[in-house]
């Protein structure tokens, strides 16, 4: 649980810093994405070399990653969600895209 406070809350202030500061989607996504990362293949490669492969902080930082990942890719779907919040985004990306309006674009094909 604290590191889904940590990697939200980091995320949500990088975020909102880069829109404040009217930086284009292209660079407020990747910046507070970066911000928001633990680097744990890092740490996973520190823990290794200093403690060994059979360490309870390998063992920790595996785990740390098994949490980041679902919480990292819930991140990018707010970022593709608000990407309309921010100057030059890609063409056609404008706003909240859900999968109501995909299908009904699909469907008008």
């Excluded at 293949?41 to 063992?59: Q, R, Y």
């Amino acid at each position: 649980m604290p590191l889904l406070i940590q990697t939200t809350l980091i995320f949500a202030i990088g975020y909102a810093l880069a829109r404040a500061l009217k930086l284009t989607y292209a660079d407020a996504a990747p910046s507070a994405m970066i911000g928001a990362s633990n680097h744990f293949e890092v740490a996973i490669a520190t823990a290794t070399i200093l403690f060994g492969l059979s360490s309870g902080a390998a063992l920790a930082t595996v785990v740390g990653v098994l949490i980041e990942v679902p919480v990292m890719l819930l991140l990018v779907k707010i970022c593709l969600r608000t990407q309309g919040w921010f100057s030059g985004a890609p063409a056609g990306m404008q706003g909240i895209h859900g999968e109501e309006e995909e299908e009904e674009a699909v469907s008008q094909r």
